[in-house]
């Protein structure tokens, strides 16, 4: 069972990521995108963008980052191998283009049990070098119970 | 395209995705998720699973393509949430095919945005819930 104190638990902010054109690119041919904006440096600065731009769910990206910290956590007690991602969603406030650095905070929005289960979510805000709020992942993970 | 042209229901587009263990192996390089279950079958078996299944975000990240061609600037989609209902296994030799069809769910001519709403199935069972991407004007 998840630990239902980490509940409102904050987790150091992560370490600058860089976005680069060739990882915009390879995330958007792993998820089949043929969106010019995605692959055409010139396609995105024409579309008004000044580089190429992370498909919709590149933010998981990020948000991976700041999982491992959770999980990591001895405190929270989750077995990764029984863990099952529930749902997932992403809030944009502007889209995030090759060059962006970026960090990023998770708070554990909330734990609760189900049955056996434990159901665990996540906000991870995701943040520019101005500290700017650029996007935000919200994810459960559910945790299933021993035998 | 204009938003006053569009209606709630209309169909935007549709697309099959040809999931192979080739395409997990690139996601999982791609998004750092290298969690076995997406790549082992020993494994997965050994955690109770029937076997190889692909990562729930490599078909959030795919199924969204359908609203993205549509609206042709992935920068224009500014919410996007799914719920995974069932999982999609990925057989080594015949993989799995996974049919996604999007449709407008609603319009907000204030805000200017619309909501698009997503199916995706595999072998006729939805895989994903509530999939809506809602899409900047």
Request: proline fraction near 4%; charge should be negative; include cysteine.
């Amino acid at each position: 069972m998840v630990n239902p104190n980490v509940q409102g638990k904050k987790y150091p902010e992560t370490s600058p990521y860089l976005v680069g054109r060739e990882k915009i690119r390879e995330f958007a041919n792993a998820v089949f995108s043929t969106n010019p904006v995605n692959l055409d440096v010139f396609a995105a600065q024409a579309a008004g963008y000044t580089d190429l731009v992370a498909p919709p769910t590149f933010a998981v990206v990020i948000q991976e980052r700041s999982l491992h910290s959770v999980l990591a956590d001895p405190e929270a007690d989750i077995d990764f191998s029984r863990v099952v991602h529930g749902d997932q969603r992403f809030i944009a406030n502007r889209a995030i283009v090759a060059g962006d650095e970026l960090t990023s905070v998770l708070t554990v929005a909330s734990v609760k049990s189900l049955g056996a289960h434990s159901m665990i979510t996540f906000n991870t805000e995701i943040f520019d070098t101005n500290k700017e709020l650029v996007s935000t992942a919200i994810s459960t993970l559910v945790v299933r119970g021993g035998e | 395209m204009d938003i006053l042209s569009l209606e709630v229901g209309q169909e935007i587009g549709s697309r099959t995705f040809s999931f192979t263990r080739d395409s997990l192996v690139k996601y999982a390089g791609a998004s750092g998720d290298f969690n076995p279950i997406h790549y082992r079958d020993d494994f997965a078996k050994s955690v109770g699973l029937d076997g190889v299944l692909a990562h729930g975000m490599l078909t959030m990240g795919s199924a969204v393509q359908v609203a993205v061609d549509w609206i042709g600037d992935s920068g224009k989609v500014i919410d996007y949430g799914v719920r995974f209902t069932k999982p999609v296994f990925v057989p080594a030799d015949s993989g799995a095919q996974v049919i996604v069809t999007g449709k407008i769910g609603a319009i907000d001519l204030e805000n200017k945005t619309v909501r698009v709403d997503l199916t995706a199935s595999c072998l006729d069972i939805a895989v994903l819930g509530k999939a809506q991407a809602v899409v900047k004007f």
